[in-house]
T-cell receptor
């Protein structure tokens, strides 16, 4: 398995609170991604990064922001969590934008 | 709209039965194709991938897939399933669009293998 960790692995929070999820990799891959997984929707891309301080939006970016200050860390922030953001969040990494993406273990987030 | 379609949302098979999961996509140009598996409570793991060359690709755990360019299809097969193959299977297509390259997923097929 690729060296990807996510923290926390589980989180329960209340509507309106800020939440930050962390993805950490030990593979030195250039590309990092955040997806959310919801029943019946598969995986949908939230944001991705193609280098330190280089990020771009994905399909479902509203309500989320990201930051990447180091190659190994990619943070996903929900500025003000809503119940619609209850989901399982997966981080992924890849060497290039067309290469295989390897996924982290996921974070289950519940917003009450 | 460009998309990845997995035809079967839920499949139930008995052990030793053969499996074929359909995947079609609507992206033009060069694509890279993937099948991922997600065992209950776990993350996505790569089963197999196709970038170029022989359109019949073999993956882990006895799975294989065939890329048929004319049909925009990349179907997953296994001759004889085991109980341990119970999982969700995702087809994914990496394709270029106006906003660059992206990995686009189908909605998944849930496979239940009964003893």
């Amino acid at each position: 398995d690729a060296g990807i960790t996510q923290s926390p692995r589980h989180k329960v929070t209340e509507t309106g609170t800020p939440v930050t999820l962390r993805c950490h990799q030990t593979e030195n891959h250039r590309y990092m991604y955040w997806y959310r997984q919801d029943p019946g929707h598969g995986l949908r891309l939230i944001h991705y990064s193609y280098g330190v301080k280089d990020t771009d939006k994905g399909e479902v970016s509203d309500g989320y922001s990201v930051s990447r200050s180091k190659t190994e860390d990619f943070l996903l922030t929900l500025e003000s969590a809503t119940s619609s953001q209850t989901s399982v969040y997966f981080c992924a990494i890849s060497v290039t934008e067309t290469d295989t993406q390897y996924f982290g273990p996921g974070t289950r987030l519940t917003v009450l | 709209a460009q998309s990845v379609s997995q035809h079967n949302h839920h499949v139930i098979l008995s052990e030793a039965a053969s499996l074929e999961l359909g995947c079609n996509y609507s992206y033009g140009g060069t694509v890279n194709l993937f099948w991922y598996v997600q065992y209950p409570g776990q993350h996505l793991q790569l089963l197999l991938k196709y970038f170029s060359g022989d359109p019949l690709v073999k993956g882990i755990k006895g799975f294989e897939a065939e890329f048929i360019k004319s049909k925009f299809s990349f179907n997953l097969r296994k001759p004889s399933v085991q109980w341990s193959d119970t999982a969700e299977y995702f087809c994914a297509v990496n394709a270029h669009s106006n906003s660059g390259y992206a990995l686009n997923f189908g909605k998944g097929t849930s496979l239940l293998v009964t003893p």
